[in-house]
């Protein structure tokens, strides 16, 4: 990967080619492609994972404008808080029935 991506950058700063390497939302990849790993190797271990992937997505998708007008890192930003809240609710018993007992 290392030498596919130097020699890009080679044939770039030789004017032999003009690939662009940084995309629009290009970023992103920092959160997806580490979420992507983790889902396939730890298929037990989903949540967490799944919600990143989801808001890297999400976010690539802002940023390619594919979605204007109907959606922004703000509500990216929310749905990623609400489901973090709702699998930390659903995880800490609170949801089924009440929680944690005291004595």
């Given at each position: 990967?290392?030498v596919?991506?130097?020699?890009?950058?080679?044939?770039?700063?030789?004017?032999?080619?003009?690939?662009?390497?940084?995309?629009?939302?290009?970023?992103?990849?920092?959160?997806?492609?580490?979420?992507?790993?983790?889902?396939?190797?730890?298929?037990?271990?989903?949540?967490?994972?799944?919600?990143?992937?989801?808001?890297?997505?999400?976010?690539?998708i802002?940023?390619?404008?594919?979605l204007?007008?109907?959606?922004?890192?703000?509500?990216?930003?929310?749905?990623?808080?609400?489901?973090?809240?709702?699998?930390?609710?659903?995880?800490?018993?609170?949801?089924?029935?009440?929680?944690?007992?005291?004595?």
């Amino acid at each position: 990967m290392l030498v596919a991506l130097g020699g890009v950058l080679l044939l770039n700063a030789l004017h032999i080619t003009n690939i662009n390497l940084l995309f629009k939302g290009w970023w992103t990849l920092f959160i997806i492609v580490p979420c992507a790993n983790k889902l396939l190797n730890s298929p037990k271990d989903w949540v967490w994972p799944f919600i990143g992937l989801t808001v890297g997505v999400l976010l690539l998708i802002d940023q390619q404008g594919w979605l204007r007008g109907y959606f922004s890192a703000n509500v990216c930003i929310a749905i990623a808080v609400l489901l973090a809240g709702i699998v930390l609710l659903i995880n800490s018993g609170f949801l089924k029935g009440g929680g944690k007992k005291r004595k």
